[in-house]
């Protein structure tokens, strides 16, 4: 069908993207309705998939692949988080922004950043005439993709179950694969869009390149601003004086899926280096505690000096 608007579509999925986020915008601060505020972000990533493919019309073999990849993860993540948040109430990730227009509106903009973003490989694959035969990188990509899922997919329903057992009532999930990696849902998310990203390299051409913005840019904000920084935080001003919570957080790692016991005897600065044990993840324990930690990095860091 052409193209629309510029050649990559990035000024169209621009504009649509933050014209369904503005609509999710009013409807949340003139009706102080917040559950379907993952539903809008999640959703957001199919529209855009969606959109670039039948504009095209190309039909390539990657471009519906890869579509067909970002419809599946964004339909079963945002009716998960549709469904949970209908159980269990209230967002609370927006108590203090209800009342405040301009925090809510920051929050509906940076969502709308990070589905554009996060969105780039698949939005110039779909807008590419390139179509070179299937090689390793789409293979890769996809197996990439399908293990990603796999343990969000899986982590997610671990942590339902485990939330909504009355006999768990006040403990951290450590259940599953949750007692691998404090953070496995994000880990299958990081996963699985950088396995878009290798999947979309056998058409990219010159500054097409940058569309690695995408899955850096979300591995950057769960890292070090909306994910595991603030959960992190939560679980350690709930559950810091509890000498089992603390243990599960020097044996357990942040991210990557690793045993316990293989965990917990790895070097201080070989955690900080290599697998994302940052300080800003244990600066809300107790004092104590957090001397400790706050000790470990020091150290680490003039190692690696």
Same mark, same amino acid.
């Given at each position: 069908?052409?193209?629309?608007?510029?050649?990559?579509?990035?000024?169209?999925?621009?504009?649509?993207?933050?014209?369904?986020?503005?609509?999710?915008?009013?409807?949340?601060?003139?009706?102080?309705?917040?559950?379907?505020?993952?539903?809008?972000?999640?959703?957001?990533?199919?529209?855009?998939?969606?959109?670039?493919?039948?504009?095209?019309?190309?039909?390539?073999?990657?471009?519906?692949?890869?579509?067909?990849?970002?419809?599946?993860?964004?339909?079963?993540?945002?009716?998960?988080?549709?469904?949970?948040?209908?159980?269990?109430?209230?967002?609370?990730?927006?108590?203090?922004?209800?009342?405040?227009?301009?925090?809510?509106?920051?929050?509906?903009?940076?969502?709308?950043?990070?589905?554009?973003?996060?969105?780039?490989?698949?939005?110039?694959?779909?807008?590419?005439?390139?179509?070179?035969?299937?090689?390793?990188?789409?293979?890769?990509?996809?197996?990439?993709?399908?293990?990603?899922?796999?343990?969000?997919?899986?982590?997610?329903?671990?942590?339902?179950?485990?939330?909504?057992?009355?006999?768990?009532?006040?403990?951290?999930?450590?259940?599953?694969?949750?007692?691998?990696?404090?953070?496995?849902?994000?880990?299958? *998310?990081?996963?699985?869009?950088?396995?878009?990203?290798?999947?979309?390299?056998?058409?990219?051409?010159?500054?097409?390149?940058?569309?690695?913005?995408?899955?850096?840019?979300?591995?950057?904000?769960?890292?070090?601003?909306?994910?595991?920084?603030?959960?992190? *935080?939560?679980?350690?001003?709930?559950?810091?004086?509890?000498?089992?919570?603390?243990?599960?957080?020097?044996?357990?790692?942040?991210?990557?899926?690793?045993?316990?016991?293989?965990?917990?005897?790895?070097?201080?600065?070989?955690?900080?280096?290599?697998?994302? *044990?940052?300080?800003?993840?244990?600066?809300?324990?107790?004092? *104590?505690?957090?001397?400790?930690?706050?000790?470990?990095?020091?150290?680490?860091?003039?190692?690696?000096?």
């Amino acid at each position: 069908m052409g193209t629309v608007i510029d050649s990559h579509f990035l000024a169209l999925t621009a504009i649509v993207t933050f014209g369904y986020q503005l609509l999710f915008f009013i409807v949340t601060a003139l009706l102080k309705f917040d559950k379907v505020t993952d539903f809008a972000g999640s959703t957001n990533f199919v529209i855009l998939s969606l959109l670039t493919l039948i504009l095209k019309g190309s039909w390539h073999f990657r471009q519906v692949v890869l579509s067909f990849l970002v419809v599946v993860w964004g339909l079963r993540l945002g009716l998960f988080l549709l469904m949970r948040i209908l159980n269990w109430g209230e967002d609370r990730r927006f108590d203090e922004m209800r009342d405040n227009l301009g925090k809510l509106a920051v929050f509906w903009i940076f969502q709308a950043i990070w589905v554009w973003t996060v969105s780039l490989p698949v939005t110039v694959v779909n807008a590419s005439d390139s179509d070179p035969g299937l090689q390793a990188q789409d293979i890769i990509g996809w197996i990439m993709w399908s293990v990603g899922i796999v343990i969000e997919a899986t982590a997610d329903q671990q942590k339902l179950m485990f939330k909504n057992s009355p006999g768990n009532r006040g403990k951290w999930c450590d259940a599953g694969l949750w007692g691998y990696t404090r953070h496995p849902n994000y880990f299958g *998310e990081i996963f699985l869009w950088w396995g878009i990203f290798v999947a979309s390299t056998p058409v990219l051409e010159g500054a097409e390149w940058l569309v690695v913005l995408g899955p850096l840019f979300l591995t950057l904000l769960l890292l070090f601003v909306s994910g595991i920084p603030l959960l992190e *935080e939560s679980g350690d001003k709930k559950y810091g004086n509890v000498a089992g919570y603390r243990h599960y957080k020097r044996t357990t790692s942040p991210l990557i899926p690793l045993p316990p016991m293989v965990y917990g005897k790895l070097p201080s600065w070989f955690k900080v280096a290599f697998l994302f *044990e940052l300080p800003l993840y244990n600066r809300n324990l107790p004092k *104590e505690e957090a001397l400790g930690w706050d000790r470990s990095a020091g150290s680490s860091a003039s190692k690696l000096g």
